[in-house]
Structures are given as structure tokens and as C-alpha cells.
């Protein structure tokens, strides 16, 4: 199908907001007519601009508070119509959507109502231009899309159909089965956007929190298979007007928002893209640090041992059980200090892995490889973390650890496990999509997002998981973009003891993030502990928690650069321990070294 996206989707001058919508493959845009007013270029130029971009203006929008006002509110109505039409007549935009009226003056009547968009409808034909009409939530007296086709139907003009926006139709509860009972041809437009579940004013809610399909929690999809069936052939055109959005880059996010779309037709089986190959498992986390020793030291004293070397260039292999981490001290290695760079995904089928990515338009990453490694398949993530596809132990697959030569090692210290966790920092206009790449790319599923308190502001974050649990990657946003203890990335390594691994890491001279005696306190007042328990706990600086599944012990190495490491002891509990973030954001806070 065709897609199309709202300037007020993007940030950022017409121009700009056109050409990241053509870059990231849009076929169409509606024109807000804000953008219009506020553009240098004549309407002329900007009918040039996107035919040279390969953009069709699929509709000019809004015109607000036309109908059922007064007669002479009205006449003064249509004379700005016919303004608008010969702005129209020069963009070369042959739709305008006509908003249900908020005007004061507005009467309950649909009979005048479907007078007056008759006469509009007729005005707009002289101009060969066609009248959307859209039931906003919050119209005067027109606020659902039934009471909208009622009066379309009843102005029976050709030249008039209506719009149906997904927002306005779930926000309000409506259901959208009734839909099918429009005539395909009589709907002019579908505008899409999702929105969280919010219990809050819906204008507020529209203009402020929108956000693309399969980023909130309306049944989008659900609602576009009604439309469709009524034989509707125009365009999934994007309308989302979001705070963060407005102020993010207009190129990312239109990549983003097309993500959506092509998510969405795959939804709906209109499209197949290669399915999504889900991720069995972490291969590696790579580190990268302009100096590898104050990193060595703690994943030393952690247990890990360094057992093997890359053959061309400067990165070591450190291992223990399953928990792979690179350290990268190449010259690519960030210049801001130690910091996650990239995640190895054990992949049932790597190259299918690239194939899905490829298509939902996440940037695939040129082989940076020396001629005998290993071809690994690599994109990137919306932060920029790079994600490689990897087979460990299949022999008739490439094998990232063929390129790795063994190195004379002691044995490292048993107790760690596994990578139990990964937790990426996003910047903060990335979340909400960080959340559908990991979803839609890789074909991990969302948990519920959770709010949790910094001393400095608040971080919202969202687990995505594989079925098994083997594959955790924690997303999270700080409310400070500035805050570099928010911002900090962690490795959350498995153990089955962890009191024992934490006193092995401490006696070989690691150091453990303190944790206040109150919270001993409070830990004590909610669960009541064998003897001794908490007292080991408190010495350690060692975290409880537990939920319907388990209990859920883990603790905090301090930060080196932007990164830390976590040893966590989960029996059956699900969770990442919410519950103690705030406690451990105000530790490492407290922790950091004075400016
Ligand atoms: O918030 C508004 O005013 C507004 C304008 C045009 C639309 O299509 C819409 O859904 C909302
Ligand atoms: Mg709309």
C-alpha cells in the first residue's frame, strides 16, 4: 500500500521535515498547513520540491470549524475555502481534510452540518479538489467517525467523503467494526496513530502523546483490517503529533515511523518480509575503552579470565562459563571512556537475522573485517549499538571465535554463569523506538515499561526478552539527557551463589556499590530472612527482591567509564529488580567522583 506521513509527524523546517520523509521512503506527505505558512518557499516551489523528492501531497490539512456555525460565520467560512483551494490548485494537493468543528458557535444540528459541507463539497469541485471530513474526539457536537459518516452520507456530494483517524476512533472506545458499513470509495483518508493507555483529557492526549502504530496500546492493525475491508485503496498515512518527536532528528524518526508501517502491512498480510529470526542466546558483549586495564581488573576479579586474543586486532576474549565480553582497545574505540558497544545474538539463521533487519530499514553495517574472519552479519540499533548475528558452535556456519587465537591463561574462577542481562541507556528520543526495532527486527517481546525514581529525574524503562529468558536486553531513558549515571550501560552476569561471588570479587580486590543501611532496614520490615541472612546481605551491599516466580538476589560492581556489571542469583524470579533501582541510581550517584 501506499504510506504517507504528516509534516507534524517530523521536526525541523518544511524542507527538512520533506526530504528525511523521502529519504527513509514515504511515497506521500500530508501538508500541515502550519508548515506551509511558515515556509520561505511559494507554494509552487514546494509542489517542485517533493515531485523531485518522489513525494505526492496526499492531503492539505486542517481547515477547522466550518459547519453548523452561523450563516454569516459561514459564508466567511467559505470564503477562506476558496482561498485555500487556489493554494491547493498551486501545490497541486488535490484532498483537505475538514476537522469536525470546536467553534463556540457551533449548533447541534446535523442537518445544517451536512448543508453546509454540501456547499463546501460543491465549492471544492469547481477546484477538482475532494472534502475529508473527520470527527475530532473532541468536536462540539460531532466527535465519533459514526456520527461523521452519518453526516457525510446525509450531504451526499461526491466530492465529500470522510477521514478516519485511528486516534480518535480508539481513544474514544468506539468500535471500529462499524467501519465496514462505509463505502470504501467514500473514505478519502486514514490517518494512523497509536497512543499509551492514558487516562487523561483526549486533547491533551492527541496533540501531545501520539505516537507511531505498535508503539502505544491501540489495536491499529485491528482497526486498518476494518477499513480494508471496505475496499479502501488510499494511503497508511501517519499523523502523530508527539512531543518527543518535535524535538528528535526528522531523519530517524521517519525512518522509524516507516518501520511502523511496514510492521503494520506485515500485521495485516499484506506484505511478507523475512520473518524475524529470534535470537537464542548472547554470544558476546563487546567493550570498548581507550584503556583496557581498570576493565581487566573487575571482569578479573569478577571470575572471567582473559583466554584468547583477536588475531588482527587489539581485542580480548574474556570467558567464563558462558559469559563472553570482548574489550576493544582499537583506534575506533570510543574517545569518551569505557563504554557496551556491541551484542554477539547466538542466531538460529544469520543471515535470515540480516535479511529481516534489512528490510524493517535498520542499518545494515559494512564487514569491517580482515580478509580470513570470520563474515559476520552486523546492523545497528537505534542507539548505535551494533548487533551481530553470530553461530558459535556450528560448524558449517562462520564462527566469530575462530577469528579469536587461545592465549595462555590461569583458569579464571568459577561462579559466574552466563550474560544474564544486558542494559542499554537510550538517548531519550529514542525509546519509544529502540522498543519497536528490538521488537520488530530481532522479534523479542516488550515487557511493560516501569518508571523508576532518580534523585535527579526519571527513568522509564523496558525490558525486551526471547521466549526462554535467554536473551534479556533492558532499554531504558533518563529524563536528563546530561546524566551520565543514568546514561551508564550494565552487564548483569548470572551466578547461582551469589553471596559466594560477590565475597570471591571483593577478596580479589573488586569493589561493591554500598548500599544504605536503610534500606537493610526496609528489606527487614517486608520479608523476614534466616538468620544472618540480611546481615551478609547488608555487608556485601547485596540486593533483595522477589515476585510470583522467585527470589532475586544481586549486587552492583562500581562504574568504569560508562559501564558497570551486575551479579545476579534469579530462582525462577522474572523481573530486574525495579524495586531497588532507585536505591542503586542514589548509590551510584552518591559514589561518583566529585567534579
Ligand atoms: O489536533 C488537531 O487539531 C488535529 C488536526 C487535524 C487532525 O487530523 C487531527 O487528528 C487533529
Ligand atoms: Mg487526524
Not at 506527505?29 to 505526492?56: M, Q, Y
Request: proline share 6%; charged share 25%.
Amino acid at each position: 500500500m501506499r504510506t504517507s506521513i504528516a509534516t507534524v509527524s517530523l521536526s525541523g523546517s518544511l524542507t527538512e521535515k520533506l526530504t528525511a520523509a523521502s529519504r527513509a521512503g514515504f511515497d506521500g506527505v500530508e501538508i500541515f498547513e502550519n508548515d506551509l505558512l511558515a515556509s520561505p518557499l511559494t507554494p509552487e516551489e514546494i509542489r517542485a520540491r517533493c515531485a523531485d523528492l518522489g513525494l505526492s501531497i496526499d492531503l492539505y490539512q486542517p481547515m477547522r470549524d466550518i459547519e453548523a456555525v452561523p450563516a454569516d460565520e459561514f459564508n466567511r467560512n467559505l470564503r477562506r475555502a476558496r482561498h485555500k483551494f487556489e493554494l491547493m490548485r498551486r501545490l497541486g494537493a488535490d484532498t483537505v481534510l475538514v476537522c469536525s468543528s470546536v467553534h463556540p458557535l457551533a449548533v447541534d444540528d446535523d442537518a445544517l452540518a451536512a448543508y453546509h459541507l454540501r456547499q463546501l463539497a460543491d465549492l471544492a469541485q469547481e477546484f477538482g479538489i475532494r472534502v475529508a471530513y473527520e470527527a475530532l474526539a473532541w468536536g462540539r457536537h460531532v466527535s465519533t467517525y459514526d456520527h461523521a459518516w452519518r453526516i457525510v452520507e446525509a450531504a451526499d456530494h461526491p466530492a465529500l467523503g470522510t477521514c478516519l483517524d485511528s486516534f480518535h476512533i480508539l481513544s474514544r472506545g468506539s468500535d471500529p467494526k462499524g467501519i465496514e458499513s462505509i463505502p470504501g470509495e467514500k473514505i478519502f483518508f486514514l490517518q494512523l496513530a497509536d497512543a499509551p493507555l492514558l487516562a487523561m483529557d483526549v486533547l491533551q492526549w492527541s496533540r501531545h502523546y501520539r505516537c507511531f502504530p505498535g508503539q502505544g496500546g491501540f489495536d491499529v492493525a485491528g482497526l486498518v483490517r476494518h477499513v480494508l475491508r471496505t475496499g479502501y485503496d488510499g494511503p497508511l498515512s501517519l499523523e502523530v503529533f508527539n512531543d518527543v518527536f518535535r524535538q528528535a532528528e526528522a531523519g530517524p524518526t521517519a525512518v522509524d515511523a516507516l518501520r511502523s508501517l511496514l510492521v503494520l502491512q506485515e500485521t495485516l498480510g499484506v506484505t511478507t518480509p523475512p520473518a524475524p529470526v529470534v535470537p537464542t542466546g548472547v554470544a558476546f558483549a563487546e567493550l570498548v575503552t581507550p584503556d583496557a586495564e581498570p576493565v581487566s581488573a573487575v571482569l578479573g576479579a569478577l571470575g572471567l579470565a582473559r583466554t584468547a586474543r583477536h588475531r588482527s586486532k587489539p581485542v580480548d576474549l574474556w570467558q567464563q562459563g558462558e559469559a563472553r565480553i570482548l574489550v576493544n582497545t582499537s583506534g575506533a574505540a570510543r574517545r569518551d571512556g569505557t563504554g557496551l558497544a556491541a551484542i554477539g545474538l547466538e542466531s538460529p539463521d544469520p543471515t535470515g537475522a540480516a535479511r529481516r533487519a534489512e528490510a524493517l530499514l535498520a542499518p545494515v553495517l559494512p564487514r569491517r573485517r580482515a580478509p580470513e574472519d570470520a563474515p559476520l552479519d552486523a546492523v545497528a540499533a537505534p542507539d548505535g549499538t551494533e548487533l551481530f548475528f553470530c553461530a558459535t558452535r556450528r560448524d558449517e556456519l562462520p564462527n566469530w571465535r575462530a577469528d579469536f587465537t587461545d592465549v595462555e591463561h590461569a583458569a579464571g574462577t568459577p561462579g559466574v554463569q552466563g550474560i544474564d542481562h544486558l542494559a542499554l541507556s537510550q538517548p531519550w528520543h529514542h525509546f519509544d523506538e529502540a522498543t519497536l526495532f528490538h521488537r520488530s527486527v530481532l522479534g523479542l517481546h516488550a515487557q511493560e515499561s516501569v518508571d523508576v525514581a532518580d534523585p535527579y529525574g526519571l527513568m522509564r524503562s523496558r525490558a525486551v526478552t526471547n521466549a526462554d529468558g535467554s536473551v534479556r536486553i533492558a532499554l531504558s531513558v533518563g529524563a536528563a539527557p546530561t546524566d551520565d549515571t543514568v546514561h551508564a550501560q550494565h552487564i548483569a552476569l548470572a551466578t547461582d551463589d551469589v553471596v559466594a561471588a560477590a565475597r570471591r570479587f571483593r577478596d580479589a580486590g573488586g569493589r561493591l556499590l554500598p548500599i544504605p543501611a536503610n534500606y537493610y532496614d526496609d528489606l527487614a520490615a517486608r520479608y523476614a530472612f534466616a538468620d544472618g541472612e540480611l546481615e551478609t546481605y547488608r555487608e556485601l551491599g547485596i540486593l533483595y527482591d522477589r515476585d510470583a516466580h522467585g527470589e532475586f538476589r544481586h549486587c552492583y560492581t562500581v562504574t568504569v567509564g560508562r559501564v558497570f556489571f551486575e551479579l545476579v542469583q534469579r530462582d525462577g524470579y522474572r523481573g530486574y529488580g525495579a524495586q531497588n533501582a532507585p536505591v542503586r541510581l542514589a548509590a551510584q550517584h552518591a559514589g561518583r567522583p566529585v567534579q
